[in-house]
């Protein structure tokens, strides 16, 4: 079965309810049987009173049983309320004389005078039950009055004077419950409302949603939403200025070799048909060069917000990169190598650190000149690593540094055939792993030095 949260607030609210219910029953049961059994007590007095103050003078044996039936007949019909009186029950009488003789009793009564009891009430076993009794003395000491009552016939009439209590509480209870579950679903209308809102907006419309009713409740999820909905439109933005200008970054050199192909085609001798030819797989390989980076890029931004996997070894992923590239290097007769420890450990995803590698050195490999060097330094600063590609090549004006790491962008004058990808992949994959990328001047002045720290 789903979960909702209709009716999880409304079980809570009815459960609340019940708890109370119950706990007020409770306390109403305590307080009734309490206040019954006073009142109880409070009517065996009038009678034990009333009896010691007619037989005070009394001497005749019939008279004094006549007295005392009569009290007790009265008290049984007046002390119990029609339908409440318990089957069985009889009050225990006794009339003792000075000496503790027993003058009258009625039938169950104990033989025995309960003479060692003071004036007032106590709690005897007549038969094994406990029986409440009331002793009372005449003014002049010469009758002892003794009324008793079972406890628990007395507990069964009292429950029975209250049996319709639950029945009135319950009767409280339903309509509280239906007042709350027609509050709750009011109370929650507003969420059926957002949900409606965002059902019937159309698939391109990521604006901000406004909630008809403002409730602070679901103001954080209507924030979150409309935070969420604002990424998600960035981010297509993004994706869309990326197709463009990946579009537009491709136009050119797909012109070019279509023309270059179609001059090799109508080439006439072999020699120009060579050259031509060379010029092609030259263009290819910028064409090829232009793809691989726009996969780094779209890679990149299909990456989740924490791509930190596993531990890397910074000083041998370096050293591969680095390996990788020194044919290149040779060709074009530069200088590439690799100063640090043999080993640094750090937490980092190792295709995207190699992606962010292999650009800024392709960078410093392409616009360094014939003869330059380049050196890709490696070292730890407390708990961050850190590694620096530095080449003497024509380097970045301050002006254009920040701007550099745009896609696209590229430096008025700069040399080569660059897409101008390297350095927004570079940052791309720092951002990804929570670190930073620095363009800085070598300590010599002449070229450049890319920092990067994780």
Not at 65 to 74: M, P
Not at 108 to 137: A, I, M, N, Q
Not at 231 to 238: C, F, P, T
Request: overall charge positive; hydrophobic content about 45%; aromatic content about 6%.
């Amino acid at each position: 079965m789903r979960s909702s949260l209709f009716r999880r607030v409304a079980w809570a609210q009815a459960g609340s309810l019940g708890a109370l219910v119950v706990l007020l029953l409770g306390l109403e049961f305590g307080s009734s049987f309490l206040g019954y059994s006073s009142d109880f007590d409070q009517t065996m007095r009038p009678y034990a009173m009333g009896l010691a103050l007619l037989l005070a003078d009394e001497s005749d044996p019939r008279r004094i049983e006549e007295v005392a039936r009569k009290i007790q007949d009265l008290d049984e019909r007046t002390t119990w309320p029609a339908g409440v009186r318990p089957a069985g029950y009889q009050a225990y009488y006794q009339v003792l004389d000075a000496r503790g003789a027993m003058l009258f009793r009625t039938a169950g009564t104990p033989p025995r005078p309960y003479t060692s009891l003071g004036p007032g009430f106590h709690v005897v076993r007549v038969d094994g039950r406990r029986t409440r009794v009331l002793v009372e003395d005449a003014a002049n000491g010469r009758i002892r009055v003794i009324i008793g009552e079972s406890l628990p016939l007395r507990r069964a009439a009292i429950l029975r004077s209250m049996r319709m209590l639950p029945v009135s509480y319950l009767l409280i209870l339903l309509p509280m419950v239906l007042f709350t579950w027609v509050a709750t679903r009011r109370a929650l209308r507003p969420l059926r409302q957002l949900a409606d809102a965002v059902e019937a907006r159309a698939a391109t419309d990521l604006g901000p949603l406004d909630p008809t009713v403002d409730l602070k409740e679901v103001r954080p999820l209507l924030s979150a939403l409309n935070r969420h909905m604002a990424r998600v439109s960035g981010l297509i933005e993004s994706q869309r200025r990326f197709v463009a200008d990946a579009a537009h970054s491709l136009r050119t050199p797909l012109a070019v070799l279509g023309a270059q192909a179609h001059a090799l085609v109508q080439a006439p001798g072999p020699g120009e048909r060579e050259q031509l030819g060379g010029e092609l797989r030259a263009g290819i390989e910028r064409a090829t060069s232009v793809v691989h980076q726009l996969l780094s890029v779209a890679r990149l931004e299909g990456a989740g917000p924490d791509p930190v996997t596993a531990t890397v070894d910074l000083a041998e992923l370096a050293r591969e990169r680095v390996a990788l590239l020194v044919p290149l290097a040779l060709r074009r007769g530069q200088d590439l190598g690799v100063e640090g420890p043999d080993h640094l450990p750090c937490r980092a995803h190792g295709a995207m650190l190699a992606t962010a590698l292999d650009n800024l050195l392709e960078n410093a490999l392409r616009y360094t000149p014939e003869g330059g060097v380049i050196t890709l330094r490696l070292g730890r600063d407390g708990a961050r690593c850190w590694c620096e590609v530095e080449d003497d090549g024509p380097g970045i004006p301050d002006s254009f540094r920040e701007q550099a790491f745009d896609r696209f962008a590229r430096a008025p004058g700069a040399p080569g055939h660059g897409a101008g990808l390297g350095l927004s992949i570079v940052r791309k994959a720092l951002d990804l792993h929570h670190g930073t990328v620095s363009l800085l001047d070598p300590p010599g002045g002449r070229g450049l030095r890319v920092r990067i720290e994780i």
